[in-house]
């Protein structure tokens, strides 16, 4: 028998395994499909939320403490498993984001490095930039990591720790006398006295019957690959809502579309071609490159962003890491820790009380 029961393998299950078993649990992971093969896999792997100033204090408190600890997991994740995740800090170009005001206030209270640029700097941090911008908010210590490459080296690192069960849906939550006893699945049920759900953009549907259900649903995002060669873009750049982002092999992911929808991961010609435009106008030398992949994931979309990490009230031992949302890449080392330290009741790295799920949701 299990200490603790973690339902799903996407990065904030697999981490919050990682973190448990480092404390000294028997801890059992369960996945639907493959682990790291949902929205861990279809996102970006920006480190770092888009337009930061814009989320609540309780998600920039969780990017920082991600943040400050991003280059040390990428380090001993490719010393644990032999592949390198990519972590690379390259930079954030913000092009004319309209509050820079705001952007501006909100660096200087958290110790953020952020600068305003015109026209001409902004052509000489991104010079393959076609002339779009007059203004940019430019964050040079914003870094991405090659996200599938990050969820095979977790799954690998924590393999022999944990113990991983695979082609496994759970079907179901076993409660008895107001507390958690174990899951059912397909084919088998286990037991444990601590479930942790980290079933992604499927964890409200999971936790329906609960006493109080966290507002999660499926929010779509379509991407497009190109195959560019190193050198034709060298930041992330986002402007109105869209981002470009060059790997180290010249590889370029333009995304991505905001659908709310339905657990659907259908894509469209109209995004496809609408992404290419985008990607086009911005970069000029993407012209000729192939594309050579289009998809779509599921983000678990919750009010604000802001993510669920906490108990289930009335339900001893059930816990929820979930509802990241858009940032759940970024945020995932600090809210895999910061559950630890919840259900374990150790002293934690931020105060837990915004993510309770039955705690207000305020922007
Ligand atoms: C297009 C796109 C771009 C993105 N870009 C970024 C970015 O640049 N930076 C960033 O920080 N974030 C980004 N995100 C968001 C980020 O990818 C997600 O917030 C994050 O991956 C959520 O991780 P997760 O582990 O909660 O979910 P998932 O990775 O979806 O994992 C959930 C897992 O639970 C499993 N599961 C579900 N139900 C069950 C069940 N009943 N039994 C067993 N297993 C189950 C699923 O199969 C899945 O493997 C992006 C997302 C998308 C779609």
């Known amino acids: 028998m299990s200490d603790c029961l973690i339902i799903g393998g996407g990065i904030i299950g697999m981490l919050t395994a990682w973190e448990l078993q480092s404390a ?11 682990t790291g093969r949902e929205s861990s896999w279809a996102g970006g792997g920006i480190v770092s939320p888009l337009y930061p100033w814009r989320y609540a204090d309780s998600v920039t408190a969780l990017a920082g403490w991600s943040q400050s600890h991003y280059a040390d997991l990428a380090r001993s994740l ?3 498993s032999g592949i390198d995740p990519e972590y690379t800090q390259n930079g954030l170009l913000i092009l004319q984001p309209g509050d820079e005001k705001r952007a501006t206030a909100w660096a200087k209270e958290t110790g953020q490095t952020l ?22 908010v430019w964050m040079p210590q914003v870094a991405q990591i090659r996200n599938p490459r990050l969820a095979k080296a977790t799954r690998l690192a924590i393999a022999p720790l944990v113990k991983i069960i695979e ?5 179901e939550l076993l409660i008895r006398d107001g507390g958690i006893t174990g899951i059912k699945t397909a084919g088998d049920h286990f037991e444990a006295d601590r479930v942790v759900v980290c079933a992604g953009a499927w964890s409200g549907r999971l936790l329906q019957a609960m006493p109080v259900v966290p507002d999660i649903s499926p929010v779509r995002g379509q991407m497009i690959l190109f195959k560019g060669q190193p050198g034709d873009v060298s930041r992330i750049v986002l402007h109105e809502n869209r981002y470009v982002i060059p790997r180290r092999d010249g590889r370029v992911l333009v995304g991505s579309t905001l659908e709310h929808s339905d657990f659907k991961k259908t894509t469209s010609s109209a995004a496809r071609d609408e992404l290419k435009k985008y990607a086009i106008q911005h970069f000029p030398a993407l012209e000729g490159a192939e594309i050579e992949h289009h998809w ?7 009010p604000h962003g802001i993510p669920y990490i906490g108990p289930v009230p009335e339900i001893q031992g059930l816990y929820v890491n979930s509802g990241h ?3 759940g890449v970024v945020l995932a080392p600090a809210s895999a820790r910061l559950m630890a330290d919840v259900i374990l009741e150790r002293e934690p790295i931020l105060d837990p009380r915004p993510y309770a799920l039955d705690a207000p949701r305020e922007d």
């Open 24 to 34: 000294g649990m028997r801890v059992t992971l369960i996945e639907r499909r493959e």
């Open 78 to 80: 490719t010393q644990g």
């Open 115 to 136: 600068q305003l640029l015109n026209g001409h700097e902004t052509r000489e941090c991104e010079p393959a930039l076609s002339a779009v911008a007059e203004t940019a």
């Open 167 to 171: 082609d496994a849906e759970v079907t």
């Open 296 to 302: 779509a994931g599921l983000r678990p979309g919750s």
């Open 325 to 327: 949302y858009r940032n």
